[in-house]
């Protein structure tokens, strides 16, 4: 809801008296998809800061002004120095404006796969764009599209369809400025249960229509909570959420305040995931693999020694050479040191019975060094899975990014047999990422966590899902650049490669994949995270792979 309509309402309600008549000091960016414009007057300095990398668009405040000395862009510089006149958002749409004394806007476009922010100069044409601006430059601004809502409950019915999977969602084509929290805060308030929209009644649908209108009230005048899952925010609302009152929440006495705070908590929380599941991952598959290798080595040692075969085998040969016949590839001879048994031993025909018995003295002799080798590596096999387990451990006792940080100092020469030594922290996207070129990129989650949140909070409804058939992996999104976009065969292909790269055919010379649009992909009632039903699909085989 951080970036939903009525939030950033009231937040160019909270900003305009501060923020109208400061002149912007700087327009800068240091870190990838991050804006920050720094406001002041004789008074105070302020810092308006966004972020268009999904899946965590947001526009915050800061008090205060601060910039870091390299790796820094200046951006809009035709804006620096202007007056700000007006800070305003667009009539029911995510369109914020900072209007300036030339006539110029600051434009933030905070929505969609490509979210922006525009400089406008006074002729109504981009002048710069912070993305893509090669291709932005020169043209119009995005069009102000007042969101259709209902104020009558026949116009309420006019925009319901049955054709969603679930009510909450019917919820939010019919009162298009809900989000899927406001949603099911509204079947909560109406207390209607009716899974399937299809199913609703008339009288039912009038109690959400009634319990949508009350939201809409109580949204004019906001009272903020932030929901809490540990030391991180969980959820953000701009009204106290009934449906969640089980749950710790925290009330602020301004929307600017709350965002603010929710904001910092969860980039923490992203940073902290970031340093957190890499470790977690790569000490989980090191104890497990060492483990593994220890208890082959085991069965490799409790079971009769090669050597001892190879050189009783030697001896056999040495003393009945009289009885292989030359050119065979295998001769079977009585076992004179048992009971007289017959004994068959391959042979190389190309050899002699004295050539052969002197090369499987000389098997029998490397035999005998790789068994105390492994006598040695089991040791120091065990070892190593206790150390990653001892790590895990210890791991998963951490709860905040300070923690993790002061983990990661710590046990950092422990660390260093099981870890890539590359920061976990440089790529702020949470997903593995795939570039496929003119937008298009397949997003891969990295655990049943990441799967859901991937699937649920990140994915556009447009985008395509994949997922392997029948067999545990990841969730993997193809994310289209807009809702018209093509990707065509080849890209598909590529994706269902990557989805299948990540599942547990991954060792299959081919694999079924399926592929959906995220639409119908829904989330079974009380299921674990990463559990899903999949409405429609088709199928591509693959080779499991990932792009060159």
Request: aromatic letters at 8%; proline letters at 6%; glycine letters at 6%.
């Amino acid at each position: 809801m951080i970036n939903n309509y009525y939030t950033l309402r009231a937040l160019v309600r909270e900003w305009r008296p501060d923020l109208v008549g400061t002149t912007i000091r700087d327009i800068y960016s240091q870190n990838k998809n991050e804006l920050t414009i720094a406001l002041g007057d004789t008074d105070r300095d302020w810092m308006v800061r966004g972020s268009v990398e999904r899946p965590f668009l947001h526009l915050f405040r800061k008090s205060g002004y601060a910039k870091a000395r390299r790796n820094v862009a200046t951006l809009f510089g035709e804006g620096i120095g202007q007056e700000v006149l007006e800070v305003r958002i667009a009539n029911r749409d995510r369109l914020v404006y900072f209007d300036l004394e030339d006539e110029s806007q600051i434009l933030w476009q905070l929505f969609g796969a490509r979210a922006n922010v525009f400089h406008v100069g006074a002729d109504g044409t981009i002048n710069e764009a912070f993305q893509n601006d090669s291709e932005h430059a020169g043209t119009d601004p995005p069009t102000p599209y007042p969101a259709p809502m209902p104020e009558t409950f026949d116009e309420f019915e006019d925009r319901w369809t049955n054709d969603r999977n679930k009510t909450r969602q019917a919820v939010q084509s019919a009162v298009s400025l809900f989000g899927a929290p406001l949603a099911q805060e509204t079947l909560h308030r109406a207390g209607v249960a009716t899974d399937a929209p299809r199913d609703c009644t008339e009288a039912e649908r009038g109690a959400l229509f009634e319990a949508s209108m009350a939201l809409r009230k109580a949204l004019e005048d906001p009272d903020p909570v932030i929901y809490r899952e540990g030391p991180f925010p969980d959820a953000f609302a701009l009204v106290p959420l009934q449906h969640r009152d089980a749950g710790p929440a925290e009330r602020f006495d301004t929307v600017d305040a709350a965002v603010t705070d929710f904001v910092r908590g969860t980039l923490a929380k992203q940073h902290f995931h970031r340093l957190y599941d890499t470790l977690e991952e790569a000490l989980t598959s090191a104890a497990e693999h060492h483990r593994q290798s220890a208890e082959r080595i085991r069965e490799e040692l409790e079971s009769e020694s090669r050597a001892g075969r190879y050189e009783r085998w030697g001896h056999l040969l040495m003393a009945q050479q009289d009885q292989v016949p030359a050119g065979t590839d295998e001769v079977e001879l009585p076992n004179l040191f048992g009971g007289g048994e017959t004994v068959a031993i391959p042979l190389d025909p190309s050899k002699s019975p004295v050539e052969n018995a002197q090369h499987y003295y000389e098997r029998a002799r490397s035999t005998r060094r790789s068994r105390e080798e492994a006598e040695q590596r089991l040791g120091d096999t065990i070892e190593r899975a206790r150390q990653a387990q001892q790590l895990l451990n210890k791991l998963r006792d951490v709860r905040t990014l300070d923690g993790i940080k002061q983990f990661r100092a710590e046990h950092e020469e422990a660390l260093a047999p099981f870890v890539e030594q590359k920061d976990a922290g440089v790529d702020r996207f949470p997903y593995r990422r795939f570039d496929l070129e003119e937008g298009f990129e397949v997003w891969v989650g990295k655990n049943a966590r990441q799967n859901h949140e991937l699937t649920f909070h990140t994915a556009q409804k447009y985008d395509l899902w994949l997922h392997a058939r029948e067999v545990p992996g990841a969730h993997t999104v193809l994310h289209l650049p807009n809702r018209d976009a093509e990707p065509g065969s080849r890209r598909i292909h590529a994706a269902a490669a990557i989805a299948a790269h990540y599942s547990q055919a991954k060792g299959s010379g081919v694999v079924p994949v399926m592929v959906t649009e995220r639409k119908y992909v829904t989330s079974p009632t009380g299921a674990e995270p990463g559990v899903v039903r999949v409405d429609r699909e088709d199928v591509v085989m693959v080779e499991p792979g990932l792009p060159e």
